[in-house]
């Protein structure tokens, strides 16, 4: 049984009403479709092992267990470094909801559960990122090699990779499924393809499992000066950056010059790697439809002619990290876009476990929403048109839903027409940032038109 611990809620408050929108039923009708593949994780949960039941054991346990749920909520290690929070590390019985001694393949844990309203208000206050519960699904075809043997990673499969990837799903909140590997994936894929990393095979083989994410890796013992068994397209250009330490990305569906592959990046007439310029500025390199303005701004405008503009660079993972006899060479695939790296250890479970870390904090960086807590708090507000809300049900379930989100302060019903209720929902990040973590739910998803586009403003059909 849970010891229950009272929480320290905040009511929420009331908002203006909004018009409303009402969907054409045709138009209802076609935003079924195919939804991004997503998971829902317990991020104000964590579980750590302990040698007996003693208070002295309860409170180191209840401190990790804190430090665990903090890292999972956030996305990233380092909030654990902030004053605020090693300040509330102090006292972190204040936040925790509910615990529970369990027992798994002989070890005890102490499971513990905290007011996730509570720890998000704590992480917002000091300005770091929150990361909802809402995680895209990753799939990882892992081809290990011992000895002069290749077999690929399956769900289930006992070991100590199996492990690693388990602990580190649960450590960071990141759903990872590895492919079961029955006749279905044998006949769509090989050991030589994943150790190829060969991306079209790796998206055909992972249909069937929807991910938003799919990693293509080999896992081997190879000495840092070690000649490696082949080059392909992809490891030339790593070579390339590996003094470096540049991250590299780019969309192969977008490349529109290719003499060595489909993921080859342009070159001019000289031989000179477009970009490459831009590569040193922003630590990463693109390959995008804009060639032609490319090689203008190159070969005939400078820099005085054009006012710089300061963007945020995208999240990369970094191309070369670590160092050790053991290599995992990784190609992560993002519908057409894509990046790779290398990453050493001393062991190859060591190596796993960092990729998992770098991973993690990766999509952390993408999907987390920071606030500025200094800034004007207000919020931006929004409203959404939702279809499909024929009972009071589903506008329970609706609202309750949005009002879960990380990124959404309050939201509030200001009208409803039959089916159709519009929200007045009030975020603590950008409209952007909400559309971007809506992007990951199949429940709540964008209305469109018979040719499949979106409709303009924000309007969805929940799918319950």
């Known amino acids: 049984m849970f010891t229950r611990i009272k929480n320290d809620l905040k009511p929420a408050r009331s908002a203006a009403n909004l018009c409303t929108f009402i969907f054409p039923l045709v138009l209802v009708a076609a935003s079924l479709g195919s939804a991004t593949a997503s998971t829902v994780v317990k991020t104000n949960a964590a579980k750590v092992p302990v040698d007996d039941q003693s208070a002295q054991s309860r409170r180191a346990a209840l401190r990790q267990a804190m430090e665990q749920v903090l890292v999972k909520m956030s996305g990233t290690e380092s909030v654990l470094s902030h004053p605020a929070v090693r300040s509330a590390l102090q006292s972190p019985a204040r936040y925790l909801s509910a615990y529970q001694f369990d027992y798994e393949d002989g070890q005890q844990y102490y499971a513990g559960e905290f007011s996730r309203k509570v720890l998000v208000e704590l992480l917002r206050e000091a300005s770091l990122p929150v990361w909802g519960q809402r995680r895209p699904d990753t799939l ?10 290749k077999w690929i990673l399956r769900e289930g499969q006992p070991g100590e990779l199996t492990a690693v990837i388990q602990k580190a799903s649960q450590k960071y909140g990141v759903p990872v499924t590895l492919p079961l590997m029955d006749l279905t994936d044998n006949s769509a894929i090989s050991v030589y393809d994943v150790w190829g990393q060969f991306g079209s095979v790796l998206n055909q083989a992972s ?46 569906e977008k490349s529109t010059t290719s003499t060595g592959g489909d993921n080859e990046a342009p070159h001019n007439d000289n031989g000179q790697q477009l970009g490459q310029s831009r590569a040193l500025e922003d630590t990463r390199f693109t390959s995008d439809t804009n060639l032609a303005e490319t090689l203008q701004s190159e070969s005939g405008v400078s820099e005085s002619d054009t006012p710089a503009i300061e963007t945020a660079p995208e999240p990369t ?47 952390g ?39 879960d989100m990380s990124i959404v302060k309050q939201a509030m019903l200001s009208e409803q027409r039959g089916s ?15 559309v971007s973590a809506l992007s990951l739910d199949s429940q ?18 929940w799918n319950e």
């Open 365 to 403: 960086e993408r999907f987390a929403v920071s606030v500025d807590a200094d800034a004007d708090t207000t919020g931006e507000v929004v409203s959404i048109s939702v279809a499909n809300l024929d009972g009071l049900e589903k506008y329970v379930h609706a609202q309750r839903f949005l009002n």
């Open 140 to 149: 990882i075809w892992l081809a290990n090699q011992e000895n002069r043997d």
């Open 207 to 252: 249909e069937r499992y929807r991910p938003e994410f799919i990693i293509g890796a080999r896992l081997h013992h190879k000495p840092e000066d070690a000649a490696p068994e082949f080059l392909s397209t992809e490891e030339k250009l790593e070579k390339a950056l590996s003094d470096s330490n540049l991250a590299f990305a780019y969309s192969d």
């Open 317 to 363: 993972i970094p191309a070369r990290s670590g160092s050790g006899e053991y290599a995992l060479e990784w190609t992560l695939l993002e519908g057409a876009d894509s990046q790779f790296g290398v990453v050493r250890a001393e062991s190859a479970e060591r190596a796993l476990t960092q990729f998992m870390q770098l991973y993690s904090q990766y999509l």
């Open 420 to 434: 159709v209720a519009t929200f007045e929902v009030r975020l603590v990040g950008t409209v952007s940032d909400f």
């Open 444 to 461: 709540l998803q964008p209305v469109r038109d018979t040719f499949g586009r979106p409709l303009e403003g924000h309007n969805f059909y």
